[in-house]
């Protein structure tokens, strides 16, 4: 049965049913050059900081422009890990939870505190990426992704991964749709700020779920547009580019201009997915929740209760433990959930299982994504 403790499993498929900190500690994972930098996890809080433990833009400038962009957006000093690879290792490598140099190393050095997670590499000369117009890199990356985010969460230690949506031949008809990989943890970024090499601003995505919490959108018209000035795909920017729309509904997480409003925005904040979690925001929250749990459950294990004559949880024990765990979710989730149910359920005899089952349901908050203005003349105005 394994050593005792609190296990929490994220139910699917309420949202469409009507149900749906901690809130960020990134980590940059990208390609450098410096043997002491590979498969180095290193805590740094602004761009000098950076450049002063060996992140140079003369000795790694892919892993400094990543960093620079970062904090151009981020607009202050704050931590943010910084994890070397290999210009050899894919982004497929570096998600598998079986790699030992790959981001699970990372992840194992900050003891799980990471939670928000950028990919990105910048590949050798004579790296072939394929002929479609993504880098065959890329949708094997999200599959790993799956794998190695399930697991974190099964530790309580969840986690949501941009993947960088390096693009191979512009040229060519996308084929490839995120929304249908069924991996509600990753997001492929498309289009970056350097034209012609088929980046993807991983950098800006990870800036802007750090800068505001859990429950903020990444393109919130609260908070603004983008700090970057061009946006490219390949070598084209966005603005030539007919397809930005049906791109976007494919389920990639890329940029747009709003009418009326100079600059960038990221579109709607897509995932991998099209269930509760095709949405950054709804994992994001249900990750702090999860994490919040998970610690306010801790006094109760191997606790003793009494129980009723059929073996059952006493319902006033049981109505106490609701209590503190709903406390402590409200404490954590105030303001970016809508509501919060626990439930203990009372049917089970415990003498026989020691096995409490508890559902914890938390209702986000609702988002004006899309907003209908029926606009025309009339004779007269009531108000």
């Known amino acids: 049965m394994g050593f005792p403790g ?3 499993t994220v139910s699917n498929g309420n949202l469409l049913r009507e149900i749906t900190a901690l809130d960020a500690v990134p980590c940059l994972v ?10 180095a996890l290193r805590p740094i809080y602004n761009l000098q900081d950076a450049e002063q433990k060996g992140y140079g833009k003369d000795k790694e400038p892919f892993m400094w422009g990543l960093i620079k962009e970062y904090y151009q957006e981020l607009g202050g000093k704050q931590l943010l890990y910084i994890y070397g690879t290999k210009a050899d290792k894919t982004m497929e490598s570096v998600l598998d ?12 050095q900050s003891n799980g505190a990471i939670n928000m997670v950028a990919v990105a590499r910048s590949p050798e000369a004579a790296y072939n990426a394929g002929t479609d117009f993504l880098d065959t890199d890329v949708a094997k990356a999200v599959a790993k992704a799956k794998i190695l985010a399930e697991t974190q969460q099964s530790k309580n230690m969840p986690l949501r991964i941009f993947i960088e949506g390096r693009v191979a031949n512009e040229a060519a008809t996308n084929n490839y749709k995120p929304k249908e990989q069924a991996n509600g943890y990753a997001a492929v ?82 995932m991998c997915s099209d269930d509760d979690f095709r949405i950054l925001v709804h994992g ?33 024990e049981a109505s106490y433990i609701e209590n503190v765990i709903e406390s402590s979710l409200w404490a954590g989730l ?50």
């Open 6 to 8: 609190a296990k929490i």
């Open 97 to 108: 939870v079986t790699s030992a140099d790959g981001l699970q190393n990372a992840l194992r």
């Open 334 to 383: 105030r303001g970016q959930v809508s509501d919060i149910a626990v439930e203990v359920d009372r049917s089970v005899n415990l003498a026989n299982t020691s096995n409490l089952p508890v559902d914890i349901k938390v209702l986000p908050l609702g988002y004006l994504t899309w907003i209908k203005i029926r606009l025309g003349l009339t004779a007269t105005i009531n108000k």
């Open 30 to 39: 990208a390609t450098v050059k410096e043997v002491g930098n590979i498969n």
């Open 189 to 270: 970024v498309l289009g970056g700020t350097t034209k012609g090499n088929g980046s993807a601003a991983v950098s800006l995505a990870l800036a802007r779920a750090v800068k505001y919490p859990a429950h903020v959108k990444l393109g919130s018209g609260q908070n603004g547009a983008l700090t970057a000035e061009s946006i490219y795909i390949g070598s084209k920017p966005i603005e030539e580019i007919n397809e930005m729309e049906t791109l976007h509904d494919a389920g990639f997480l890329t940029f747009h201009h709003r009418t009326g409003v100079a600059g960038y925005f990221f579109g709607v904040d897509n």
């Open 284 to 316: 994001r929250v249900i990750d702090k929740a999860q994490r919040i749990a998970s610690i306010a459950f801790q006094p109760f294990v191997e606790n003793f209760v009494t129980l009723k004559s059929n073996g059952s949880i006493n319902d006033s």
